[in-house]
T-cell receptor, first 118, second 116 residues
Framework: DTGVSQDPRHKITKRGQNVTFRCDPISEHNRLYWYRQTLGQGPEFLTYFQNEAQLEKSRLLSDRFSAERPKGSFSTLEIQRTEQGDSAMYLC????????????????FGPGTRLTVL | AQKITQTQPGMFVQEKEAVTLDCTYDTSDPSYGLFWYKQPSSGEMIFLIYQGSYDQQNATEGRYSLNFQKARKSANLVISASQLGDSAMYFCAMTPGGTNAGKSTFGDGTTLTVKP
């Protein structure tokens, strides 16, 4: 199966600790997205990459959050000094977009990483 | 800014009947794409159907169809012949075009329960 994978699937940490999540997109996809989903809500956009370039960051992404996509392949999302409010499901998605500004943007989602901050 | 509104937190439908899940959107972008995703209890988001803002015909994918009314800014999902496996959370989402392309906005979802 060559779908989007995320690691770890579950993470429990104590407040104040740093955590890092990894996402491996579908290999030929040029775009990679990070979303956060809390219980009973839809995914909220955090950031996205076009190849290795980070093109947009949401206002939700405080300076404790950083994302990278070195070499335009896998991506990491790091949260520093975690807070209880960071507890959520972190979803990664990837897509293949041919044209700048294209609206057909079917995103393939990974299984998510569920973060619990105690 | 884009906004997606799903006004039905929960819906029930009898097996083999059709059901409509509502979605309204707000955007100032002239071009955009509308998507529906299914999220079963396992948590994975599954793409169902897409409608482009300039598409003249409503999209269909098997038992799924999208009732697109551009003037009303609505993009309702119709599931025909419901099956027990359709029980899940359903999200409507929008991707703008132009310089905003890439950033998707999701609604808060509708939980569909199919009764035997």
């Amino acid at each position: 199966d060559t779908g989007v994978s995320q690691d770890p699937r579950h993470k429990i940490t104590k407040r104040g600790q740093n955590v890092t999540f990894r996402c491996d997109p579908i290999s030929e996809h040029n775009r990679l997205y990070w979303y956060r989903q809390t219980l009973g809500q839809g995914p909220e956009f955090l950031t996205y990459f076009q190849n290795e370039a980070q093109l947009e960051k949401s206002r939700l992404l405080s300076d404790r959050f950083s994302a990278e996509r070195p070499k335009g392949s896998f991506s990491t999302l790091e949260i520093q000094r975690t807070e209880q409010g960071d507890s959520a499901m972190y979803l990664c998605a990837s897509s293949l977009v041919y044209l700048e500004g294209a609206v057909y943007n079917e995103q393939f989602f990974g299984p998510g990483t569920r973060l619990t901050v105690l | 800014a884009q906004k997606i509104t799903q006004t039905q937190p929960g819906m029930f439908v009898q097996e083999k009947e059709a059901v409509t899940l509502d979605c309204t959107y707000d955007t100032s972008d002239p071009s955009y794409g509308l998507f529906w995703y299914k999220q079963p209890s396992s948590g994975e988001m599954i793409f169902l159907i897409y409608q482009g803002s300039y598409d003249q015909q409503n999209a269909t994918e098997g038992r799924y169809s999208l009732n697109f009314q551009k003037a009303r800014k609505s993009a309702n999902l119709v599931i025909s012949a419901s099956q027990l496996g359709d029980s899940a959370m359903y999200f409507c989402a929008m991707t703008p075009g132009g310089t905003n392309a890439g950033k998707s906005t999701f609604g808060d979802g509708t939980t569909l329960t199919v009764k035997p």
